[in-house]
């Protein structure tokens, strides 16, 4: 084997993990390879954010992630911070700005962090080797050796970067999982997450709202998001459905509260417009084809003053909860993320070494460890990236 093949770390997957990870060992004098499938480095990062990447978030929190163990993620994200994240785009002088909700996007384009990504790793003397097959990985007598194209590569650590199975026709795969397992590390069942969910044929009222959005609050799981929900042909979409999406479970509801912060509007509006219906009361606080949607199912006509006040306020609490009960997910396919992955009972949380196989380490989607939607995901990626790269 020529000596050129010999490396201190092969990094499997060029995305933000494995770029972060790579060029973060390169500084610290290790040699390091990475190897993709694909054409070019940080698809996802190239589309993510509609093309102006929500690279971190500023309320990073160890809470704003779902994971077995919620308290795994906590030791990386504490030592590879979104400010640390910042420091590094504004030393390359990419303008950002807040979006919203400590959302921090790029002014121009999310090419310039995959070139600021690939910078780094020229600055750690990192080899990039792209579009080739990973044929074969193995492990003997501590060294690692993965077999790619018509190649062969020895290190004895390796970096399992290679993401989550969303949007394959990115080129994401199951492989971290698949390799993962062959090593004996446990997978916590991945399913879609942060993904807009289906309504059965039966809500067929909500299916023509296609386009309706509205600012509400979503709740399944136990969790809650005010922001933003969005009806689609399918079902529901928007920043509030694709938040509660990562925490809902098949055959549970969820509940949409319609007007957040409002008591008591139904019954005060008869004291004040008693001759109004609930449609045209509800007309003014929510766009009209929702509001008729959702009159209809109320099914209450007739003026307000015709009501017993017992009956508006059951409307108001109906209207704070609307139990919608989804069918399902539009699937990896369309999530952004995956919740679930390599388990972190086998990983240490400081280095994600695998505890039982010394130089295997896991990093960003791949570890069962996933971020609200809002540039959590990609502080993740960067942390457990930076986090493996000071063990290697
Ligand atoms: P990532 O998936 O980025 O990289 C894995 C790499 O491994 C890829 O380059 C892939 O080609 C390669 N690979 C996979 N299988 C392989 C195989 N078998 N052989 C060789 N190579 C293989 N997050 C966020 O924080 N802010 C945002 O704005 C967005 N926006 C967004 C939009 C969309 C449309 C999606 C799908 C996702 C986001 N995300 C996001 C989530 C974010 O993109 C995601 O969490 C990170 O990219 C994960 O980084 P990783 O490096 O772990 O995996």
Same mark, same amino acid.
């Given at each position: 084997m020529a000596a050129s093949d010999i490396y201190d770390a092969i990094i499997l997957g060029a995305g933000g993990a494995g770029l972060m990870c790579a060029a973060v060992a390169g500084q610290r004098g290790r040699r390091g390879l990475v190897i993709d499938?694909?054409?070019?480095?940080g698809k996802k990062i190239l589309i993510s954010g509609g093309g102006r990447?929500?690279? #971190?978030? %500023? $309320?990073?929190?160890?809470?704003r992630y779902l994971s077995?163990?919620?308290?795994?993620?906590r030791s990386a994200l504490s030592r590879y911070t979104a400010a640390d994240f910042i420091a590094l785009v504004d030393r390359y002088n990419i303008a950002w700005h807040e979006k919203t909700l400590g959302q921090l996007f790029c002014d121009g384009s999310a090419k310039q962090i995959v070139a600021m990504l690939l910078d780094e790793c020229a600055a750690g003397d990192v080899t990039l080797h792209l579009?080739?097959? %990973?044929?074969d990985v193995g492990h003997a007598d501590g060294i690692f050796r993965v077999d790619y194209g018509d190649r062969t590569a020895t290190a004895p650590a390796l970096v399992i970067?290679?993401?989550?199975?969303? %949007?394959? &026709?990115? $080129?994401?795969?199951?492989f971290a999982y698949d390799l993962a397992r062959r090593f004996g590390l446990k997978v916590v069942e991945p399913r879609p997450a942060l993904v807009p969910l289906t309504l059965p044929q039966d809500e067929a009222l909500f299916h023509a709202l296609a386009g309706v959005a509205a600012p509400v609050v979503a709740r399944a799981g136990g969790a809650s998001f005010a922001e933003a929900a969005l009806f689609t042909h399918r079902g529901l979409s928007g920043p509030a459905i694709l938040q509660i999406s990562s925490y809902w479970r098949h055959g549970q509801p969820i509940g949409i509260?319609?007007?957040?912060?409002?008591?008591n509007w139904l019954v005060e509006a008869k004291r004040?417009?008693?001759?109004? #219906?609930v449609k045209s009361v509800l007309s003014d606080l929510l766009p009209a084809r929702l509001a008729e949607a959702l009159a209809e199912r109320l *099914?209450?006509?007739? *003026?307000?003053?015709?009501?017993r006040d017992a009956a508006l306020a059951e409307i108001e609490r109906r209207l704070a909860d609307w139990q919608f009960h989804p069918n399902?997910?539009?699937?990896f396919a369309k999530a952004e993320v995956a919740v $679930?992955?390599?388990? #972190?009972?086998?990983?240490?949380? &400081?280095?994600?070494? *695998?505890r039982h196989l010394p130089g295997l380490y896991v990093i960003g989607e791949a570890v069962d460890v996933t971020g609200w939607l809002g540039g959590y995901n990609f502080q993740w990626a960067w942390a457990s990236g930076w986090a493996a790269a000071q063990d290697i």
């Amino acid at each position: 084997m020529a000596a050129s093949d010999i490396y201190d770390a092969i990094i499997l997957g060029a995305g933000g993990a494995g770029l972060m990870c790579a060029a973060v060992a390169g500084q610290r004098g290790r040699r390091g390879l990475v190897i993709d499938h694909a054409d070019e480095p940080g698809k996802k990062i190239l589309i993510s954010g509609g093309g102006r990447c929500n690279f #971190t978030n %500023i $309320g990073t929190a160890p809470d704003r992630y779902l994971s077995a163990n919620p308290h795994f993620a906590r030791s990386a994200l504490s030592r590879y911070t979104a400010a640390d994240f910042i420091a590094l785009v504004d030393r390359y002088n990419i303008a950002w700005h807040e979006k919203t909700l400590g959302q921090l996007f790029c002014d121009g384009s999310a090419k310039q962090i995959v070139a600021m990504l690939l910078d780094e790793c020229a600055a750690g003397d990192v080899t990039l080797h792209l579009r080739d097959a %990973i044929r074969d990985v193995g492990h003997a007598d501590g060294i690692f050796r993965v077999d790619y194209g018509d190649r062969t590569a020895t290190a004895p650590a390796l970096v399992i970067a290679t993401g989550g199975p969303s %949007i394959p &026709k990115l $080129g994401a795969t199951g492989f971290a999982y698949d390799l993962a397992r062959r090593f004996g590390l446990k997978v916590v069942e991945p399913r879609p997450a942060l993904v807009p969910l289906t309504l059965p044929q039966d809500e067929a009222l909500f299916h023509a709202l296609a386009g309706v959005a509205a600012p509400v609050v979503a709740r399944a799981g136990g969790a809650s998001f005010a922001e933003a929900a969005l009806f689609t042909h399918r079902g529901l979409s928007g920043p509030a459905i694709l938040q509660i999406s990562s925490y809902w479970r098949h055959g549970q509801p969820i509940g949409i509260d319609f007007l957040p912060g409002l008591a008591n509007w139904l019954v005060e509006a008869k004291r004040t417009r008693p001759r109004a #219906t609930v449609k045209s009361v509800l007309s003014d606080l929510l766009p009209a084809r929702l509001a008729e949607a959702l009159a209809e199912r109320l *099914a209450l006509p007739g *003026a307000l003053d015709e009501q017993r006040d017992a009956a508006l306020a059951e409307i108001e609490r109906r209207l704070a909860d609307w139990q919608f009960h989804p069918n399902g997910t539009e699937g990896f396919a369309k999530a952004e993320v995956a919740v $679930g992955g390599v388990s #972190t009972d086998v990983l240490s949380s &400081k280095t994600m070494a *695998a505890r039982h196989l010394p130089g295997l380490y896991v990093i960003g989607e791949a570890v069962d460890v996933t971020g609200w939607l809002g540039g959590y995901n990609f502080q993740w990626a960067w942390a457990s990236g930076w986090a493996a790269a000071q063990d290697i």
